[in-house]
């Protein structure tokens, strides 16, 4: 199933999507890269995600997902931002998630 911006509900969802497009960047295939995230804190409060790719060759994609302003910013090889997607539905985080 491929997922769209407009179907992304859940937090689920936004992962899906995000390793989706991070994989599509570099031609990766998605069943051989994982995904990793960590949380990310602004004075002790959750304020989103930070997914990684490790490919091959030192390759490494990136995107932060900002919870406040429901953005997800994309970064290439090189670290530099090459997309910037506004989320049309409010995702949440579990407490349990953001800690």
Same mark, same amino acid.
């Given at each position: 199933m491929s997922i769209s911006v407009d179907n992304i509900q859940s937090l689920n969802? /936004? $992962?899906?999507?995000?390793?989706?497009?991070? #994989?599509?960047?570099?031609?990766? /295939? +998605? +069943?051989?890269?994982?995904?990793?995230?960590? *949380?990310? $804190? $602004?004075?002790? $409060?959750? #304020?989103?995600?930070?997914?990684?790719?490790?490919g091959p060759r030192s390759v490494r994609l990136g995107a932060i997902w900002a919870s406040d302003s429901n953005m997800i910013y994309f970064y290439d090889a090189r670290g530099e931002r090459y997309a910037?997607?506004? /989320?049309?539905?409010?995702?949440?985080? *579990?407490? +349990?998630? *953001? *800690?």
């Open positions: 969802d /936004l $992962r899906q999507f995000i390793h989706k497009t991070l #994989c599509e960047k570099e031609n990766l /295939l +998605e +069943e051989q890269f994982t995904m990793s995230e960590m *949380a990310l $804190r $602004r004075r002790g $409060r959750s #304020c989103g995600l930070q997914f990684s790719i490790n910037k997607v506004n /989320l049309p539905n409010r995702v949440f985080m *579990a407490e +349990e998630e *953001a *800690a």
